[in-house]
């Protein structure tokens, strides 16, 4: 149970870190756009 608990842990901070990736790549598109 607590080996099935730490890897869910791990998922979750995987795909936030993914997201945040995503976003902050998305950001400075939109920034480059917007300046150019």
Do not use: N, P, Q, Y
């Not at 901070?13 to 990736?21: G, K, S, V």
């Not at 995503?22 to 598109?29: D, K, M, P, R």
């Amino acid at each position: 149970m607590l080996f099935l608990l730490d890897k869910l842990i791990s998922l979750i901070c995987m795909l936030l870190l993914m997201i945040c990736i995503l976003l902050g790549v998305a950001f400075l598109t939109l920034l480059e756009r917007k300046f150019s």
